[in-house]
């Protein structure tokens, strides 16, 4: 079940497009913990991680690409850093991140710079609390519709084409684009 909704959900990440993806599961953190950890220790190693967090009535579960998160701009740190995550390092950052979850009973909304959403979009987001964004795709914009529309193209056809590969049978694993 995970897997599957892994390659759905998440192909922009495991091709490198974004560096991070994330959706909520309907079941206890205790249900799918194995799963996931046993899915990103295989695709650790291909720069992959798979982190699950207890949320409200279901579970989040988090795929991200460690060294796509330490190429996030100077300016997104520092937007973070004010935003009181602790921006040392990529690790701490991760961490940072997971203790602004477990803090909240909702997804703290810069968590958009986690998943590669652009900086004015996220800001915009929050400024404005989620109302009148210029146009709404795989995430609310509230900066360049074009660059927008250009990535949510991407994304729309890499959740297409690793769909249609897993379902032929090629396995997760074989999925991950190395960056």
């Known amino acids: 079940m995970v897997e599957k909704r892994i390659v759905e959900q998440c192909a922009p990440t495991l091709a490198g497009i974004k560096c991070g993806s994330l959706f909520r599961v309907g079941c206890p953190y205790s249900e799918i913990a194995f799963e996931t950890k046993r899915l990103s220790d295989i695709l650790n190693p291909r720069g992959v991680t798979i982190t699950c967090f207890e949320m409200g009535c279901g579970t989040i579960v988090y795929t991200h690409r460690t060294n796509l998160i330490e190429r996030i701009d100077t300016e997104s740190i520092d937007y973070l850093s004010k935003r009181g995550y602790d921006v040392k390092d990529t690790s701490t950052l991760l961490s940072s991140l997971k203790e602004m979850i477990g803090k909240n009973d909702c997804l703290p909304h810069e968590i ?5 959403y652009p900086l004015d979009d996220v800001k915009g987001f929050i400024d404005n609390n989620g109302r009148c964004p210029k146009c709404i795709g795989c995430w609310k914009v509230y900066g360049s519709e074009t660059v927008a529309h250009r990535m949510f193209s991407k994304i ?12 032929s049978g090629t396995p997760l694993s074989r999925l991950v684009v190395n960056v």
Do not use: A, D, N
């Not at 958009?112 to 590669?116: D, Q, R």
């Not at 729309?156 to 379902?167: A, G, I, N, P």
């Open 112 to 116: 958009g710079i986690f998943l590669g």
């Open 156 to 167: 729309h056809k890499c959740k297409e084409v690793y769909s249609r590969h897993y379902s």
